[in-house]
């Protein structure tokens, strides 16, 4: 858990274009991660038997993935404007012509 905030630090004390927000961002995806890692491994380690819950939830994220896959969509492009810098929390976005 410390890593990551000392990872999120350091990203920013870099004075790199990342923004401080992704940073946070990033830090947090990857301190999820690791603690998920961690539980799984805890359950193996204790041998208690995960498939059955493992199939469920993939069979759960398939079936939200496809009802919201429009929303997805327009989010994961989101995601991937404002980390290749073409938009800035902040910016005012207009659509259509009015």
Same mark, same amino acid.
């Given at each position: 858990m410390y890593y990551t905030h000392y990872l999120s630090e350091r990203i920013v004390a870099l004075?790199? @274009?990342?923004?401080?927000?992704?940073?946070?961002?990033?830090?947090?995806? @990857?301190?999820?991660?690791?603690?998920?890692?961690?539980?799984?491994?805890?359950?193996?380690i204790i041998e208690v038997d995960l498939g059955g819950l493992l199939v469920a939830a993939g069979?759960?994220?398939? @079936?939200?993935?496809?009802?919201?896959?429009?929303?997805?969509?327009?989010?994961?492009?989101?995601?991937?404007m404002i980390y290749e810098g073409r938009l800035k929390p902040g910016d005012v976005v207009r659509i259509g012509s009015d």
């Open positions: 004075k790199t @274009v990342i923004q401080p927000a992704i940073a946070i961002n990033t830090a947090r995806n @990857v301190k999820l991660i690791i603690l998920t890692t961690g539980v799984f491994v805890t359950f193996s069979f759960t994220g398939i @079936v939200v993935g496809l009802a919201a896959q429009q929303t997805l969509s327009n989010l994961f492009s989101g995601l991937a």
